[in-house]
């Protein structure tokens, strides 16, 4: 095969970059925009799970949004979103030829060719992608993404299919599916809105297959929808499946304070990403641990994990100051809080005042 021809066009806008592509097995140009997450620039070291989005023109605006929003409330990672330009759905998204013989179709694995052997390499090579990899597709795009699963069971990391077109070809997924060995267990979203006649029968007679191959998977139905809204929630329903852990409870840290480290080794391992938690989520818990349990053994856990990972921060100095103090070490307690004054003082923190005083309290204790 000919190498990939492709350019780089100027950025459409602040993280977004279009990348032109003649494809060789689409036998066409292909548009792909990527969208980059807001802190893509600032973060060097960051390595981001990959969605690619079918359809992306109709698609890529409310996916983007979700996924920043949704990042913005802790509960899922910051994404690579890349949208595909459109193609003549009926011809690349369907995986046999069309029994009627009316239209052009049957050329899905060309499309899952152009994705697998000159679109994935080059956002793999060009950007700080994880390797985590999603694929999104809405009505004959769920088909698409359907028969990716089928044929291709380790191509992507999850697979979401929003109201797929299961009917197409008298339901002949549900044959391909049944004949399908899965050597993983990828996730696997699928949702319907209201809807009737052959696309409610196909997508029950393919769920119940799938529930019978596959135990990663999460369906739900949005009875207030139609089938053309149902991207909109469907996609936000994906995310929110997908990444259900991924938020750090409060309680599970005040619980055990090491999950606040094995919380985000274990999402990394998963997901590919390079992601650690934040200052709050593990100060508060050991001021939790301190002020409402008294629990002097879980709170110099805590405390010890809060300046080993923020050495810098006048607030873990003070956490583990706290802790001392429950602890009894009120000598080792007020170098800690010295230490916190110094480092507010240096930065001249609106804080300063409130910890000299918490210096002082611990000081006349200590006399």
Known sequence: ?????WA????????????????????????ATIHLPEAYQTDSDA?????????????????????????????????????????????????????GGGRESGKADRYLDFLQQELMPKIDKGYRASGYDMIAGHSLGGLLAAHALHTRTTLFDAYYLFSPSLWWDEEVMVAQLSATE????????????????????????????????????????????????????????AFRAQFSDW??????????????????????????????????????????????????KRAIVAATLHLDAFPESQWAYRSMSDALALNGDLTAAIAHMEKAVAIARSRNDGYLS???SELAALTSAGE
Do not use: C
């Open 1 to 5: 095969m000919l190498a990939l021809l």
């Open 8 to 31: 780089i066009v100027a950025p459409a806008q602040a993280g977004e970059v279009v990348l032109n592509l003649t494809s060789e097995f689409l036998d066409r140009a292909m548009t």
């Open 47 to 99: 390595t981001y799970p990959v969605l690619y989005l079918l359809d992306g023109a109709q698609h890529a605006d409310h996916t983007v949004a979700s996924a920043a929003f949704l990042n913005s409330t802790n509960v899922m990672p910051q994404i690579i979103v890349v949208a595909l330009s459109g193609v003549n759905r009926f011809a690349y998204f369907t995986p046999t030829e069309d029994p």
């Open 182 to 237: 899965f050597a993983t267990q990828p996730f696997i979203y699928l949702s319907l809105a209201d809807e009737k006649g052959r696309q409610e029968a196909a997508y029950h007679n393919y769920l119940k297959q799938l529930k019978a191959q596959q135990a990663n998977l999460v369906a739900q139905s949005f009875p207030n929808e139609d089938h053309m809204t149902t991207p909109l929630v469907s996609q936000i329903g």
């Open 247 to 296: 938020l750090l409870s409060f309680d599970a840290v005040v619980e055990d304070p090491t999950r606040f480290v094995t919380h985000y080794e274990d999402l990394n391992r998963r997901f590919g990403t390079r992601v650690s938690g934040a200052e709050w989520q593990i100060g508060q818990p050991v001021q939790h641990l301190v002020n409402e349990l008294g629990d002097g």
């Open 354 to 356: 409130m910890l000299e």
